[in-house]
């Protein structure tokens, strides 16, 4: 079964500062994995996603994510955070290929960040 | 704006009662999704339509149910209200080439 771990539960970071997120993941096949924020109050939003390829993908507001394969692992980062970074951030992980089947996306339990001014 | 949108923004109701959700997908999208939020269980994927057809189906209450019209917007069927199904719900859209998947804004359930 596929699973989404994301071991922090919440992290303050100062603003300015670089911030990491981790994901871990656990899948059947080789996944489509991405990263989503929820601001407070809002819905989700795609940050960035990573299918194939380049394994340093880019994404909005200036976050990128790597995917190693070798550690099923996709951590976010960015290199210096904001006071509108401030949200909640989920990783997920979900079939590369549109399947019959269905498609639904595994999430992680999400990491709240919290920016200190 | 992910172009997915979804009412009402907010639902205040009683147990016992039943409520409908709706969503409406981005211009294109044949695949519809439904997700519930709530603060025990995380983001659970509850069901899946395209075209019109259930594709796949999660962790769903018997309760619940969901339907795809022919114009391709869905409602999300709510019934028997407990206390436990105060949440928020989420619609997500996607289109048959990837697997991206855009969120609507939500609808926050409150049963009292």
């Known amino acids: 079964a596929q699973s989404v771990t994301q071991p922090d539960i919440h992290i303050t970071v100062s603003e300015g500062a670089s911030l990491e997120l981790r994901c871990n993941y656990s899948y059947g096949a080789t996944p489509y994995l991405f990263w989503y924020v929820q601001s407070p109050g809002q819905g989700l939003q795609l940050l960035l996603k990573?299918?194939?390829?380049?394994?340093l993908v880019q994404g909005i507001k200036g976050f990128e994510a790597e995917f190693k394969r070798s550690q099923s692992s996709f951590n976010l980062r960015k290199p210096s955070v904001h006071w509108s970074d401030a949200a909640e951030y989920f990783c997920?992980?979900?079939?590369?290929?549109?399947?019959?089947?269905?498609?639904?996306?595994?999430f992680g339990g999400g990491t709240r960040v919290l920016v200190k001014p | 704006d992910s172009g997915v949108t979804q009412t009402p923004k907010h639902l205040i109701t009683a147990t016992g009662q039943r409520v409908t959700l709706r969503c409406s997908p981005r211009?294109?999208?044949?695949?519809v999704y439904w997700y519930q939020q709530s603060l025990d269980q995380g983001l659970q994927f509850l069901i899946q339509?395209?075209?019109?057809?259930?594709?796949a189906k999660g962790n769903i209450l018997e309760r619940f149910s969901a339907q795809q019209f022919p114009d391709l917007h869905s409602e999300l069927n709510l019934s028997s209200l407990e206390l436990g199904d105060s949440a928020l719900y989420f619609c997500?859209?996607?289109?048959?080439?990837?697997?991206?998947?855009?969120f609507g804004p939500g609808t926050r359930l409150t049963v009292t």
């Open positions: 990573y299918f194939s390829g380049d394994t």
């Open positions: 997500a859209s996607s289109r048959t080439s990837e697997n991206e998947q855009y």
């Open positions: 997920a992980v979900g079939p590369r290929i549109f399947k019959a089947a269905g498609n639904k996306l595994t």
């Open positions: 211009s294109g999208d044949l695949s």
């Open positions: 339509y395209y075209n019109g057809e259930e594709r």
